[in-house]
């Protein structure tokens, strides 16, 4: 069975999983969360497997490399970031309301990698610019940010669904939820680790352009928007802790940061730049 295979089975587990957190949501009943959880923790080790098995692949070809080199592999390896950071959080907080606003970006992320045309699957060998020990340490602690950027947006969306309406005129739907205080620290703590690998790799990114293209810095579009990206977060983190910002304020701040690190990654594919290969 070969690496592709099984990542489009890890896709409908992830649909599958997130169905179940919805399920738990709606009916209350923790048995769906229990069997969600068993299938998120199932589809993380079926995709840690493949996503090893395509390495080991890359090296019986001949050109052995991490799989991080392209939009498909970006994704899958995106997926899996968000997915073993939202489990450990979910082990922390004992609690799994988060699953059905963290999951379902997983299962999109991974169907994008699947059906999104011109997305190539096949293992190639390394274009020059990525032959470089700086690949594998750059795009981690990148990814690794841009997924706890993602389990604070979830948690962002948790904040704003509990403090609404919603959660005024069904008290028994709210409790079940993690208290507002605790979503709160969650958000922060998602940012602030998110910020920190984003910095770590933009150090890392900045070093590697040096030996690559002989420059630190060349405000390529990827890089202007991590930049962008990285001072959003900077700033979300300055106000909780200067201005004392708490609740809506950091939760739609968080949806603006997770905005930002969507376009960063996406969305300067449809400009001109060095990291178009992503």
């Known amino acids: 069975m070969t690496d592709t295979v099984i990542l489009n089975y890890v896709t409908f587990i992830y649909f599958t999983s997130f169905v179940l957190y919805l399920f738990r949501m709606i009916f ?3 048995f769906w969360a229990r069997l969600a959880s068993f299938l998120a923790w199932t589809g993380f080790f079926a995709h840690t497997f493949a996503l090893i098995l395509r390495w080991k692949a890359s090296y019986n070809l001949g050109f052995g490399h991490a799989p991080l080199s392209n ?11 968000i997915i073993i950071l939202y489990l450990a959080v979910e082990w922390r907080i004992k ?17 994008y990698a699947s059906i999104a045309p011109g997305i190539n699957n096949r293992i190639e060998p390394l274009i020059p610019a990525l032959q470089s020990n700086w690949l594998t340490t750059h795009v981690v602690t990148c990814f690794m940010g841009y997924a706890a950027f ?25 409790e079940k939820l993690p208290p507002l205080p605790a979503l709160d620290l969650l958000i922060y703590q998602s940012a602030a680790l998110g910020f920190v690998f984003l910095a770590i790799g933009i150090i890392t990114g900045s070093v590697w352009a040096h030996y690559a293209w002989g420059a630190y810095w060349s405000w390529d579009p990827k890089e202007t928007w991590s930049l962008i990206t990285w001072l959003v ?8 802790y200067v201005r004392s910002w708490h609740g809506k304020r950091l939760a739609v701040l968080a949806v603006i940061g997770f905005a930002c690190m969507l376009f960063t990654y996406l969305g300067v594919n449809l400009l001109s730049s060095l990291h178009s290969y992503l």
């Open 28 to 30: 209350l009943k923790e």
């Open 71 to 81: 939009l498909y592999e970006s994704l899958v390896f995106f997926a899996w970031s």
């Open 95 to 111: 609690n799994k309301s988060l699953g059905a606003f963290v999951v379902p970006i997983t299962f999109f992320t991974m169907a």
């Open 150 to 174: 993602t389990v604070a947006f979830g948690c962002g969306l948790l904040y704003l669904w509990k403090s609404g309406k919603e959660a005024k005129y069904s008290p028994m739907f709210a």
């Open 233 to 240: 977060y900077a700033i979300m983190i300055h106000a909780r």
